[in-house]
């Protein structure tokens, strides 16, 4: 097939030819601010496609997603949400999804501002988009078996590392054009499997089914060609984004290849491409949409196409005060109508599809069934816990200490001291992670984690910068075999470094707090005297306790920093029990020349305990393709999963379901540690895995990306 002699709808006339004139009723569903029952909507939404231009006029699109609510409401005329890595100018406009729900919320407007990676946006019309892309896709039901993968013809962005393997899955996308005046859209399309037919390594066809009245895309394509989308593939995490400039052909030869039981689409759109990339969407993963927890009980939103009805109603009532406008008024206060409009609006929905040739329609008591059985299943463990910031204290001038509690509904902290905790939050849109020591007593209704700011650390960069008592972030743990047990009688050896202190002050709180009398001995080494973190409470202590707690300070600008010499001089005049305990924490090369010397003086190994801090493990993807993982335990498959760009192998397997070991997600604990059967995987680092764990095949699956096909095994090592 020749692409370059396919005929080519220049003109309005020929568009409005084939499809018809949009009904003059789709205009009077338009409303020009989010009424109370799109605020509704947009409260419960998890995920939406987003089109824009960046400031050179490149499109793009993309999906927002996170908790219900990400996008937040400002006004009936403004909201915003964090837009990652980019900046988007002018007109912009969205397509909110309900997960479970076919019919969509489409959103116009405008940018008005930014602020840090806050993007606020001006609306200047809302409506309800019908349930015919959702439908046709099978979006919210369990993922269909991919179509095999199309041999791409010639070098070009389709030929791109995954694209045409996302593209034969890809049932659904959101696609984002522009009017001569600027004036944005951005609507949904599914199908079928593909939604989008790869012709060669630069052109993809997307048909237009009969059902598409309002043709908003193929009107603002006769005036700007430029435009782009974003794919889903139901289940799995990453997106593929697609730009370039598209056309509509009604050639017949061409549309016969996208019958459906033998009734072609009536047009379809050819986008000539300029670039195509597939990547891990972390909007997708935390918005969860694939999970049954994310599926809406009955009545937790307005039925959405009553809300269209109200829409429609009071646009008839301004624009006409008629008849017409007074009975739907009055219609939709009878009680039951919603149930009534939702069983009319399917039965349309299953005969139109089937009309364009689809079989096996699933819509209505079909679709509610099968979410009454998701309903019924165990919902995924969400371990994050959500905390304020009751108090942020300076303790030094590079460290401050972050006060918790719960956000919503109290508790207390259990963990052993000397553990750690994993702090995430949002930087720029993207969720970063990191693991501090908590400091403070295990059991308290406040966990205190102390953050030393590090040099080009975005996470304690953030920390220092902007953060501030009432902020929220997000807690897991606790995690670590690094603590001390309170009810033990041995006496207890300390030597920290720095920040290496903060699981020791938890220690020395929490063992002075008992009734034992077993001595407590820290050696501390800092820079300088005023970068001693906890100074004034370790004197305070030392003072209260003299017969418990000896606390030796080593200041490396006067003294130099702490070597074998220093090390066994201090543990000579110490002169530790037997049966003491030592614990390190602090950079690797002292905690190695502090075990030396023990080792001198015969304490054994098990007495040692120690953790060595980093400033957090990279974890950037190592791979630019998507891989499968297969997830084994011991004999048996668990399942599988497609690890996208930028994804690591535990989140792949748990945006899966799959149940995965893990703690603290950055390479510190080891919890998430599995055997590689097959295949190749690249780690981040610094982590913990030791040499002789990585000799014998264990990755820790936190901090790896798969290179290729892999099987881990996740049975007990």
Not at 461 to 484: E, I, K, Q
Request: hydrophobic letters at 40%; glycine letters at 10%.
């Amino acid at each position: 097939m020749q692409l370059s002699t396919l005929h080519r709808l220049t003109t309005v006339d020929e568009v409005e030819g084939i499809l018809g004139q949009p009904p003059s009723m789709i205009a009077l569903k338009q409303i020009s601010a989010l009424d109370e029952g799109c605020r509704t909507i947009l409260a419960h939404c998890p995920l939406a496609g987003f089109g824009y231009r960046d400031a050179d006029g490149v499109s793009h699109t993309t999906f927002l997603g996170g908790p219900p609510g990400f996008a937040r409401v400002h006004s009936p005329t403004r909201i915003s949400f964090t837009l990652p890595d980019d900046e988007a100018h002018g007109p912009a406009s969205f397509v909110f999804l309900l997960p479970g729900v076919g019919e969509t919320l489409r959103v116009n407007g405008s940018v008005a501002k930014r602020k840090g990676a806050e993007t606020f946006v001006d609306i200047e019309e809302a409506y309800v988009h019908c349930a015919q892309a959702v439908i046709r896709s099978r979006l919210w039901q369990p993922p269909a078996p991919a179509e095999p993968t199309p041999e791409v013809e010639g070098e070009g962005p389709l030929s791109r590392p995954g694209v045409a393997e996302f593209l034969a899955a890809a049932s659904f996308l959101t696609l984002s054009t522009w009017d001569g005046s600027g004036g944005s859209d951005t609507s949904p399309r599914g199908d079928r499997q593909a939604v989008a037919r790869i012709l060669d390594s630069r052109t993809l066809a997307i048909p237009d089914r009969k059902g598409n009245k309002r043709a908003d895309s193929l009107h603002n394509l006769l005036q700007d060609d430029r435009l782009s989308f974003a794919a889903l593939v139901p289940g799995r995490t990453g997106v593929l984004h697609v730009s370039g400039r598209g056309s509509i052909t009604d050639d017949p030869a061409l549309l016969e290849t996208m019958a459906l039981r033998g009734t072609p689409p009536h047009a379809a759109l050819l986008i000539d491409v300029e670039h195509a990339e597939v990547t891990a969407s972390a909007a997708v993963t935390r918005s969860r949409a694939w999970t049954a927890a994310a599926h809406l009980e009955r009545g937790t939103v307005p039925d959405l196409m009553v809300l269209a009805g109200d829409h429609l109603a009071t646009n008839m009532a301004n624009a006409e005060g008629g008849v017409l406008a007074r009975v739907l008024k009055v219609v939709a206060r009878i009680p039951g109508i919603g149930r009534v409009v939702r069983l009319v609006m399917n039965r349309a929905y299953r005969s139109g599809l089937q009309k364009e040739g689809y079989d096996d329609v699933e819509v209505g008591s079909q679709r509610g069934a099968r979410l009454k059985r998701l309903a019924a299943e165990p919902a995924a463990e969400n371990p994050l816990r959500e905390v304020r910031i009751a108090e942020v204290r300076r303790e030094t001038p590079s460290a401050v200490t972050l006060v918790l509690e719960d956000a919503e509904h109290p508790g207390s902290f259990d963990f052993r001291p000397g553990q750690f905790f994993t702090l995430v939050t949002d930087i720029d849109g993207q969720p970063v992670r990191r693991a501090y020591s908590a400091s403070s007593v295990p059991g308290a209704a406040r966990l205190e984690v102390t953050v030393k700011q590090v040099e080009g650390g975005r996470f304690s960069t953030h920390v220092h910068r902007n953060l501030r008592a009432g902020d929220r972030l997000s807690v897991r743990g606790p995690s670590g075999a690094f603590h001390a047990d309170p009810a033990a009688a041995h006496e207890v050896v300390l030597v920290a470094a720095g920040s290496g202190v903060t699981p020791m002050m938890s220690m020395i709180r929490t063992l002075l707090a008992t009734s034992g009398t077993h001595r407590i001995a820290l050696l501390y080494t800092n820079r300088s005297e005023e970068e001693v973190i906890f100074a004034d409470e370790l004197l305070r202590l030392g003072k209260e306790n003299s017969a418990r707690l000896a606390v030796t300070h080593v200041l490396t600008q006067e003294r130099g920093r702490l070597d074998a010499a220093g090390a066994r001089s201090w543990l000579t005049e110490l002169r530790p029990s037997e049966d003491a305990r030592y614990y390190l924490c602090g950079p690797e090369a002292l905690m190695d020349t502090v075990k030396g010397v023990l080792t001198e003086h015969g304490v054994p190994d098990d007495r040692v305990h120690h953790e060595r801090y980093t400033s957090g493990a990279d974890t950037t993807a190592a791979t630019t393709a998507p891989q499968e993982m297969v997830v084994e335990d011991g004999t048996h498959e668990v399942g599988s999963v497609v690890v996208e760009p930028g994804q690591t192998l535990l989140d792949a397997g748990l945006a899966a379901g799959l149940p995965m070991p893990y703690s603290c997600t950055v390479g510190n604990c080891g919890d998430c540690m599995v055997k590689l059967r097959s295949g190749e995987v690249a780690m981040s680092g610094p982590n913990c895995l030791t040499p002789s764990q990585k000799a014998d095949g264990y990755v820790l699956a936190c901090v790896g990306c798969p290179l290729s096909k892999v099987t881990l095994d996740i049975a007990e090592p």
